[in-house]
């Protein structure tokens, strides 16, 4: 989908907002915590139906409104037609509702919404994925899933609530269960989540190999050096000698059933992909210890253009990149060799950034600068910074 036009109402700090995107690289500028990151949050929305910063979408709708709606205008060009997305937010005291609709009919499956806008995102919080936890690698990989399958956020929303209910019964959370029905509904949800888990586990595994090579050649791209990079996916399951050979969901199985004792004891699911990680190093050391800060910026940038690579590969056509910060905490050299790959590989971009000059891209047709100021969207042109 080649991105036109962007509305938002009532939607974070935005009572209302409209912008026009330049034909490649749209460049929102302005002083931090004005509503840059807010607009990219919109896409993200509309693309996933989720926010990147909140599981509650709650905060979404505006202090003081009830209501927020993102819609999204723009040319399938699979289809050769005009296209119109939108999200509508509705927040009462318990809970906030969305609502999907596409070119005005109601989608009410959200796998069925999925994938109408595709999107790669970076953030400047996924530059602690390297020193940070396995919860956020194991985000930052379903991130880049949600852009490549639809079927992983369904997936995973089914494998999350799942694994809820095993930990419910597994710490005995409901009086009324008797033994032998625990054991019945563990049986159950270790069924379900082997399924589930299984599809997750496979497709994390896949993404990895298929980003490995393109992944060290973007990171050669940007830092400017050759060093050795690998990426690996890291499965904690423990099994029998042989039980590589089985299928992930007869491994996931029998490791749920293997660990129920442990389980009850901990009252918590120990095993499954809730609990796997993946590895990056660099020059043979691990990325997350020894790589400089800049390096770590440059290996996560490198992944993001290794995952466009691949989404254009397999869908005929890059998806929409959404890059929030992208140029802070690199020099000048690796700026600029970023930018050249951004022009290289890019279909349409929406970066934010404090200062336009930050952005190494030509002023013209294909980029479109915007101010954003507290809220407020500066309607411009194409202009240089």
């Known amino acids: ?80 037609l005009g296209t119109r997305l939108a999200v509508h937010l509705t927040r009462t005291a318990r809970q906030t509702r969305r609502l999907a609709v596409a070119d005005g009919k109601t989608v009410r499956s959200g796998p069925d919404f999925y994938g109408r806008l595709r999107a790669i995102l970076f953030t400047p919080e ?27 956020i369904a997936d995973i929303a089914d494998y999350d609530k799942l694994l809820r209910s095993r930990n419910r019964v597994l710490r005995g959370e409901d009086a009324g269960i008797a033994r032998g029905q625990q054991d019945t509904l563990l049986d159950a949800y270790d069924a379900g989540l082997a399924a589930a888990g299984a599809r997750i586990w496979v497709r994390r595994e896949r993404l990895l190999a298929d980003l490995r090579g393109a992944f060290a050649e973007a990171f050669a791209q940007i830092h400017g050096r050759h060093l050795g990079v690998t990426l690996e996916y890291v499965t904690r399951l423990a099994g029998e000698p042989g039980a590589e050979s089985a299928d992930p969901q007869t491994r996931l199985a029998e490791a749920l059933r293997g ?34 800060q800049g390096q770590a910026r440059a290996l996560i940038l490198a992944f993001k253009i290794a995952e466009l690579q691949d989404a254009r590969a397999r869908a005929g056509e890059a998806p929409v990149l959404l890059l929030d910060d992208v140029s802070s905490e690199l020099d000048p050299q690796r700026s600029a060799q970023l930018f050249e790959a951004l022009l290289r590989e890019a279909g349409q971009c929406v970066l934010t950034t404090t200062a336009p000059h930050f952005i190494g891209l030509p002023a013209g047709g294909d980029c479109r600068y915007i101010e954003v100021d507290k809220g407020h969207i500066k309607l411009g042109g194409d202009s240089g910074p």
Do not use: C, W
């Open 1 to 80: 989908m080649l991105l036109q036009h962007l509305s938002l109402r009532e939607f974070r700090n935005f009572a209302a907002g409209d912008l026009d995107f330049g034909a490649r690289f749209t460049v929102l500028h302005g002083p931090n915590g004005v509503g840059k990151t807010n607009i990219l949050e919109a896409l993200y929305l509309v693309a996933t139906l989720r926010s990147f910063r909140s599981a509650d979408l709650g905060p979404l709708v505006r202090h003081g409104a009830a209501e927020a709606r993102v819609e999204v205008s723009g040319h399938d060009r699979q289809l050769g």
């Open 126 to 152: 996924d530059l602690g994925v390297l020193r940070g936890s396995p919860t956020g690698r194991r985000q930052f990989l379903d991130r880049a899933l949600f852009a490549r399958d639809r079927a992983h």
């Open 259 to 292: 660990a129920r004792r442990h389980d009850l004891m901990r009252g918590t699911t120990t095993v499954g992909p809730h609990r796997d990680d993946f590895d990056v190093r660099l020059d043979g050391q691990d990325a997350g210890a020894f790589a400089s």
